[in-house]
């Protein structure tokens, strides 16, 4: 669960979340992330003349695809018309909490320096976690530089509880503290948020590299070992022009995969999320199509480890499973066992005692309108769970909720139950515009005295991608949510659509964030069930898909953000790298792709 964010300018920082280190520090499972060595500044330094590398010097780029390595190609000036050319290979250790950067001197194309030159780093370092911000003044001032401890070849710094240990081949460590106050966050300020936080350096770092020579840094939390595969073998493949999407894809999602003790479960996005329940399971719909069903059947178990009564955790925080505020986590859950294929008893014993506590009703008020047979969901117990103080409580019946409901019913064999709530939905949800997306009951009424709400939302696909209804109408009901890559929240005209996804959280981001903002992972449903429907060929299909490639290509390469701005231009906003926006996209692609 250790992470990298690191900007394509070098010494750039625009987030609390950039960081060469941040630590996973519990070494069983994932849980809040240390942020440990934040960046490293450079400048060259030749007969006087001072230059810092930076995004200003920058000639290449190249991302490792599979999140091992990133590489930054600068040719620098050095005085007097030369120039002087570097690689900067920032990689992260194989299953371990350590990062390493290696500075190589390679050869400029024109007025080469031939002699030796100087480079000087300055490692910025915190530790705090990544939630959070370092503020000198609250005590950091007098702690950091005491904590600091000199070595020969780097430095340990220990300030709370473990450490983490610099170690330099090829240069020099000079022992030199100094802070750098008021580094912007602009990203956070963007989000209502704390805008800018305090770095600290414990010294420098000096190597005199002639052509060909290379120096080393590697930073370790509590005694890690860095390994790593060779980057050589690899950089040529990374360099590569284009990659084909499904391999692309299919790289990406190994890199939310991580342990939890013998067993897996998903990173539901970096820089910021852990590991929650129901984007675990939309996730492994794409794991299960791309082959990974052994890995698929170790987080099922899991999570099942931890059912009571009906009910699974939606959030996993290191070892406690305490927040079960979800009514779709567990169906799809029973989802991710069908598509399985699995026919193991403690798993479907699993299903049927969440079907079974449905009926009954669970300890925090999921249950079973026994008039219509549909499922009622509390408030903020969907994906669209947001509060403030209800700005989607869809509290009552949600449309995918009964989607998957009667999926789960047919797949456990309880065909006369899912009938009766397939003519329920028939019945009480098809309008104008397809299928209402819910039928409130703020008081718990039943489904046929809720009061049927008048949003348009993408919610309704899955009635057809689950297999539920063959229904052209919510094809066309849901093509106006569609922008390239995404689906809206909420259709435009709506009075409660908001656009834009920027400033304070509650008052402006919370009321957003599933109003009119727009999501990339049910954006493949849509042209899943254009297909299906008959509505265009697969090859078709596929095209519509293909928009999302523009989201691969920018933001967080290589990857999917998790959401984007309702308006125009559709600016990428939130988690910058989102597991099931992947996942989802890999699932759809495969299944449009199969013949």
């Known amino acids: 669960g250790a992470a990298s964010q690191v900007r394509l300018g070098w010494g750039e920082i625009f987030s609390q979340y950039d960081a060469f280190l941040a630590a996973n520090p519990n070494p069983t499972c994932p849980s809040d992330r240390i942020n440990l060595w934040t960046r490293t500044r450079c400048w060259l330094q030749r007969e006087g003349y001072t230059r810092e590398v930076d995004a200003k010097c920058l000639t290449k780029f190249t991302a490792d695809p599979t999140g091992r390595f990133a590489r930054w190609d600068f040719t620098v000036p050095c005085g007097m018309g030369g120039e002087c050319a570097f690689s900067f290979i920032l990689s992260l250790s194989t299953k371990s909490n350590a990062a390493q950067l290696k500075v190589t001197r390679t050869t400029a194309k024109d007025f080469e320096i031939g002699d030796s030159v100087r480079l000087v780093f300055r490692p910025d370092v915190e530790w705090r976690s990544f939630h959070a911000t370092t503020k000198a003044y609250a005590g950091a001032e007098g702690l950091f530089p005491s904590a600091v401890k000199p070595r020969d070849d780097g430095f340990v710094f220990a300030p709370y509880d473990g450490q983490l240990c610099m170690k330099i081949s090829g240069g020099m460590y000079h022992h030199e503290p100094e802070w750098r106050y008021g580094v912007q966050h602009s990203e ?17 770092i000096s190597a005199d590299l002639k052509i060909g020579d290379s120096v080393v840094m590697t930073a370790a939390y509590n005694g890690a070992e860095f390994a790593c595969e060779p980057i050589d073998s690899t950089l040529k493949a ?5 990659k084909p999407l499904a391999s692309a894809l299919r790289a990406a999602m190994d890199l939310f995969i991580v342990r939890r003790d013998d067993l897996k479960t998903v990173i539901a996005g970096y820089p910021w999320f852990l590991d929650w329940g129901r984007d675990t399971f939309i996730f492994m719909r794409g794991m299960i199509a791309a082959g990974m069903k052994e890995y698929s059947l170790k987080i099922l178990k899991a999570f099942a480890a931890f059912e009571e009564n009906g009910t699974l955790p939606n959030i996993i925080y290191g070892n406690t499973a305490g927040n079960r505020d979800t009514t779709d986590a567990q169906l799809w859950f029973i989802r991710c066992v069908e598509e399985l ?3 193991d008893k403690a798993l479907l014993k699993v299903c049927n005692s969440i079907v079974n506590n449905y009926i009954k009703g669970t300890p925090n008020g999921i249950r079973v309108d026994a008039e219509s047979g549909l499922v009622f969901s509390p408030s903020h117990f969907t994906w669209m769970d947001t509060n403030y103080p209800a700005c989607t409580p869809r509290v009552g019946y949600p449309i995918e909720i ?14 006369e139950a899912a009938a009766k709530a397939l003519d329920s939905v028939k019945k009480l949800f098809k309008w104008e515009f397809g299928y209402r997306d819910c039928l409130a009951a703020p008081n718990g009424e039943s489904a046929a005295n809720a009061v049927p709400e008048d949003t348009i939302r993408p919610n309704q696909l899955f009635l057809i991608t689950l297999g539920v209804l063959d229904d052209p109408a919510i094809v066309k009901a849901t093509e106006e949510l569609l922008v390239p890559g995404g689906i809206r929240s909420l259709n435009q005209l709506h009075r409660d659509y908001r656009g834009n ?14 109003n009119g903002t727009v999501w990339a992972w049910p954006f493949p449903s849509y042209a899943e069930a254009l297909a299906m429907t008959g509505g265009v060929s697969k090859d078709v299909a596929l095209s519509l898909l293909a928009s999302a490639v523009e989201n691969l290509n920018e933001g967080c390469i290589a990857h999917i953000s998790e959401i984007a701005d309702g308006d125009a231009p559709h600016t990428q906003k939130g988690c910058t790298a989102q597991a099931w926006s992947v996942s989802e996209l890999l699932r759809v692609w495969l299944k449009l792709s199969a013949n």
Do not use: V
Not at 188 to 200: K, M, N, P, T, V
Not at 402 to 415: D, E
Not at 501 to 507: I, K, S, V, W
């Open 501 to 514: 996804y920027a400033g304070d959280e509650d008052t402006s981001r919370k009321p957003a964030y599933h």
């Open 341 to 343: 294929g699995t026919k």
């Open 188 to 204: 956070e300020a963007a989000r209502g948020q704390e805008g800018a936080g305090d770095l600290f350096s414990p010294g420098w």
């Open 402 to 415: 009964q989607a998957l409901w009667i999926s789960a019913l047919k797949f456990l064999g309880r065909n």
């Open 238 to 242: 990374a360099e590569e022009r284009t």
